[in-house]
């Protein structure tokens, strides 16, 4: 009884030679590794060892596997095929560090205290480590082959080669700020914002628990993006770097000083000064790192003495501005009543002078409305008989005019209409002319088509020869008769005798 191994056309047999024997002509020798492909059916020789059943690998383009040469030793990554592993060929295992691993199963957000999401089954280690790298995010891959790194830019997929390993970002949180917090693949570009509590002392010993937030973003190259990643720990150098500066520039300042001014002395310390203007931003040089802002969330005493000291000082300065708002507000209401008795008072003798001139002017008006009544009334009976003898006068001036110019309206209607009979006259006379001249140039024309339609139909040749036969047969005629001339005339067309005369007598 032998097995039968049944192949389909994407498996195959990985065969090893026992001894030293033929097949299909081919010489194997003990040790020899080989294939067989389907489709076909197959029974191996007692001298053939069969090591595994292969199948062909269907990856996709975002799927891969490490294949290992066991003869040169060399692993590559083969993606985007259907791969069959040839005779020396194997599946490698990549092992990557146990923190890389957890990372890759965890979902990328910017608050690490949230769990990730994890796969159910454990990663298969000869398949290509892919990592997707979010939105607005870069990776740097490290080869350790060639000692080279690269840096992927957010959102992309990314497949490690044999020889590469990630970068695991270690980051400051929590807080205060602690170190190796937080642990991820990709560093995020911002702008986004980190949180810091700084405890300071005052020039007057007066400790204090400023919580700052910082919002900030990666100003960076996209042709060389690897200076992000020069920093391990971006966050906790930058708020060690910003504290530093706010604790040096509160040390100089009292503490009622610096609680006035808290805002201003923060943003000045850090963004720094040009002349009167504080600046809007403050640059690690090192890896491009740029904050843009500063928010004091909250200021606090540490000692519990000065807190209560302070919640004190407060309530005594507000109750001193709220007495002294009020006194001023009293004084204000009182000034403002003063003001207004002296406006009424002046307004009251304002009126009463106004009231005074006007009575005068009203008296004026008064006497010189009689004056003009007087001699108002003398001055409209003048004028009104002046006016009547000026409108008899008009018109009759009118009257005249009107019928002089119904004169001219009907000598200037009956000379138009003159004009218009003999236009009329003379236009029927150049129609009936134009008639008569149409008239006579239609029937020349038609006489002389039918002259020159009649020559075309007789022929110039016999109209020739009947113009010369005439004459010829009138000089035979007037040889037989005896005469030599003579003259036929219808009585209707004149002739000239003298002329005539004088041709006879020339003949003679």
């Known amino acids: 009884m032998q097995s039968v191994y049944v192949l389909d056309s994407e498996e195959a047999l990985l065969l090893r030679a026992r001894e030293l024997f033929e097949d299909t002509k081919e010489l194997r020798k003990p040790g020899d590794r080989w294939m067989i492909f389907g489709p076909c059916d197959y029974v191996p020789p007692v001298s053939v060892e ?7 690998i269907p990856l996709d383009e975002n799927e ?43 979902e990328v ?20 480590i892919t990592y997707r790298t979010p939105h607005n995010s870069a990776v740097q891959i490290y080869d350790y082959k060639s000692k080279t790194a690269r840096v992927v830019l957010g959102p ?14 270690s980051l400051s949180g929590e807080i205060p700020k602690k170190p190796h917090v937080i642990k991820s693949l990709s560093l995020l570009l911002g702008p986004d914002f980190m949180t810091d509590l700084v405890v300071v002392e005052t020039s007057d010993h007066a400790r204090l628990s400023l919580k700052l937030s910082y919002n900030w973003f990666f100003d960076f190259d996209k042709q060389d993006p690897s200076k992000i990643f020069s920093v391990p720990d971006f966050v906790g150098d930058a708020c060690k770097a910003i504290a530093s500066r706010v604790r040096g520039a509160v040390a100089r300042q009292t ?18 000064k040009e002349g009167e203007t504080i600046n809007n931003r403050f640059i690690f040089s090192q890896n491009n790192l740029v904050i843009t802002n500063i928010d004091i969330q909250s200021v606090e005493p540490v000692d519990s003495k000065t807190r209560d000291a302070l919640q004190k000082s407060v309530q005594l300065a507000i109750e001193i501005t709220t007495k002294s708002q009020e006194a001023t507000a009293k ?12 406006k009424l008072e002046r ?3 304002s009126d009463e002078a106004a009231a005074e001139a006007q009575r005068t002017s009203l008296l004026q008006l008064q006497a010189e409305s009689a004056i ?21 006068g008009e018109a009759a001036v009118k009257q005249a005019e009107l019928s002089s110019e119904a004169e001219s309206i009907r000598a200037n209607s009956e000379l138009q209409q003159k004009i218009g009979k003999q236009q009329a006259h003379i236009s029927h006379q150049q129609a009936l002319n134009e008639l008569e001249i149409s008239k006579a140039r239609d029937l020349a024309k038609i006489e002389a088509d039918k002259f020159k339609e009649i020559i075309e139909a007789v022929g110039s040749d016999i109209i020739e020869s009947v113009a010369t036969a005439g004459p010829s047969r009138q000089v035979e005629l007037l040889s037989s008769l005896g005469l030599k001339s003579f003259m036929v005339t219808d009585g209707n067309s004149p002739i000239n005798l003298f002329h005539t005369a004088q041709g006879l007598i020339g003949h003679q």
């Open 347 to 349: 307004q009251k003798i």
């Open 331 to 342: 004084h204000e209401a009182e000034r403002r009543e003063q003001q207004a008795r002296g």
């Open 109 to 128: 957000t910017r608050d690490q205290k949230k769990p990730g999401t994890t796969a159910s089954t454990s990663r298969d280690l000869t398949r290509v």
């Open 50 to 56: 069969v090591i595994e059943k292969r199948r062909s």
């Open 64 to 106: 891969g596997i490490y294949v290992r040469d066991i003869k040169t030793g060399k692993v590559r990554s083969v993606t985007g095929q259907s791969y069959m592993l040839s005779s020396y060929e194997t599946l490698w295992e990549k092992v990557v560090p146990a923190n890389v691993d957890a990372l890759l199963l965890k």
């Open 156 to 169: 992309d997929l990314v497949m490690l080669g044999p020889d590469e390993q990630f970068t695991v970002n």
């Open 372 to 392: 003009v009544e007087a001699s108002g009334q003398a001055t409209a009976e003048a004028q009104a008989i002046a006016e009547s003898m000026s409108i008899q």
């Open 255 to 272: 503490f009622d000083n610096f609680h006035k001014h808290s805002a201003d002395l923060i943003r000045e310390a850090v963004f720094g």
